[in-house]
């Protein structure tokens, strides 16, 4: 292919196509007209001989080959930005129209992100910030396309090279109703954890399954009863407030929004004793490149999110 016939400000657009999923934001984002949009996004097609992207719904969904150039192109796009750009640093007081993408599950909505807006509409009120749904299975081809910026949360997976900063240590806890006619003994152990109903946080588009409880239950030739699932995790407390299940979850959730009039929070068992695990920061390599993506991560890295005392 001869560089010299190529038109680059199409990659241009094919990165914010690739980041809004939508012809008429990326107009927006470019400042340019939806017909010119589309047009590019014609040129792009015949160019790569790929759809590159497909309605569906509201949106569009990129393809096999767009997500493959998206990990080409955004590196290149960004090296150039960064030539033709003066070298100064990031001043978050008055910069302006630059976005943070951020990547976060139930978990962190409600532990992280209360402190991390605050923070941040202090110190960079000219920012935009975007939060997506933490999507664990394509949680590094994100980072690395530059679709988003930073993931947060607990057992992230990361490739190598990318910036993975721990802010706090995690750990599990049991809870159940104080009403719950099978504990009324306050007798406690693995053989009545395991015959108890239990409600299970379960995302069902982050990739996980049951999690390291139930891998170690089955180290023990043991199985739980998962008698109900939710997709968020909010409703756990609530939920075992008035029901005869029980569930097993962050301790700085159920520190938060269990009401201890009707919960009891409970250690578990000590055979499935789970030591502390890391909540993380994870981005990509650009965060060592990009000064305002380094200050982002650098001033969430320094933030008090320590959970409540146990």
Not at 177 to 184: C, F, I
Not at 265 to 275: G, I
Request: charged share 20%.
């Amino acid at each position: 292919m001869n560089l010299s016939s190529i038109d680059l400000n199409l990659l241009v657009v094919f990165e914010a196509l690739y980041q809004t999923r939508n012809v008429t934001a990326a107009g927006r984002r470019l400042n340019r007209a939806q017909p010119s949009v589309s047009n590019a996004l014609a040129r792009l097609r015949l160019l790569f001989g790929d759809p590159l992207f497909v309605r569906s719904g509201g949106g569009m969904l990129p393809t096999a080959r767009a997500h493959q150039l998206m990990l080409q192109i955004h590196p290149v796009l960004e090296q150039i930005h960064r030539t033709l750009t003066p070298a100064t640093g990031f001043d978050p007081a008055t910069a302006r129209q630059r976005r943070f993408r951020l990547a976060a599950g139930d978990y962190a909505d409600i532990t992280l992100l209360p402190a991390i807006i605050s923070r941040l509409r202090q110190e960079a009120p000219g920012i935009d910030i975007r939060v997506s749904r933490l999507d664990r299975r394509n949680v590094v081809q994100q980072l690395e396309s530059g679709e988003i910026d930073v993931a947060l949360g607990g057992h992230i997976e990361a490739a190598e090279g990318m910036l993975v900063q721990p802010l706090f240590n995690e750990s599990f806890t049991c809870i159940a109703s104080r009403q719950h006619p099978q504990l009324a003994d306050q007798s406690w152990d693995l053989k009545q954890y395991v015959s108890l109903p239990h409600a299970l946080y379960a995302p069902s588009d982050d990739g996980s399954a049951r999690g390291i409880i139930d891998r170690r239950l089955a180290e023990l030739g043991l199985e739980r009863r998962v008698a109900a699932t939710f997709s968020h995790i909010i409703a756990l407390p609530a939920v075992v407030a008035d029901s005869d299940l029980i569930a097993t979850l962050a301790h700085s959730v159920a520190s938060r929004f269990a009401d201890p009039a009707k919960v009891r929070l409970l250690p578990l068992p000590t055979e499935l004793a789970v030591s502390e695990f890391s909540i993380d920061l994870v981005a990509g390599r650009q965060a060592r490149r990009d000064p305002a993506l380094a200050w982002l991560c650098d001033t969430l890295s320094h933030l008090n999110l320590t959970p409540p005392p146990r």
